[in-house]
Each structure stands twice: as C-alpha cells, then as structure tokens.
C-alpha cells in the first residue's frame, strides 16, 4: 500500500524559513515533488526530483528561494523553503509517480497536504 506521509508545515513570518518532509513507502517511485493549493486557486507545481540521477525541476516563483531534495535511505524527499512570502502560504502537497516520465508529467500519488502559512 502506498503512503505519502508530509510534515513539516506551519506558520512563519515573510523572509522566514521551513522545511517540509514526505515519506514515503510502498513502491518505488520515479519522481516525487511538491505541489500546492493556495484559497480560491488551482493546485499548482512547485517542485520535483527525479529518483534515480536526481534531476530537479522548480517553478520560476520559487526558484532561488526553495530546494527540493531526496534520501534515498529514509525514501524522504524535503522541500526547503528560504525567504518565504505572503504568497506562498498554501497547502503543500507531496506527489510521487510509479512511471518513467517528465517531472512534469502526471503523479499518480498523493499526501495529505500540510498547511504553510507565512505571515508579512
């Protein structure tokens, strides 16, 4: 049975930082990354590491600001936030994908979601 299990979120203030976990278990995946929902808007892509080589893709809002990165021990992938922004405040949801593809392909697993709330 796949589990993709997030923590990590909270609330900080603008400029402030987070670190955000997924475990995960129950197959191998491909890909994993992060996604995220803010009120009133539609899930979007943030980021996301290939499993194998580990080649990372990121939204052009948070690059230079987050890192998406990968234990491939504790099957974990982390998303570090740096100089967070009101902006960014949203549900962070963990994806993971079974198949071969682009990062940017479809996932075909989801977490929970975790609650980032970043105050200005």
């Known amino acids: 049975q796949v589990q993709l299990v997030e923590s990590g979120g909270g609330l900080v203030q603008a400029g402030g930082s987070l670190r955000l976990s997924c475990a995960a278990s129950?197959?191998?995946?491909?890909?994993m990354g992060w996604y995220r929902q803010a009120p009133g808007k539609e899930r979007e892509f943030v980021a996301a590491?290939?499993?194998?080589?580990?080649?990372?893709d990121y939204t052009d809002s948070v690059k230079g600001r987050f890192t998406i990165s990968r234990d491939n021990a504790k099957n974990t992938v982390y998303l570090q936030m740096n100089s967070l922004k009101p902006e960014d405040t949203a549900v962070y949801y963990c994806a993971a994908r079974g198949r071969p593809g682009a990062l940017l392909d479809p996932y075909d697993y989801w977490g929970q979601g975790t609650q980032v709330t970043v105050s200005s």
């Open positions: 129950g197959r191998f995946f491909y890909a």
């Open positions: 590491i290939r499993w194998i080589g580990g080649s990372t």
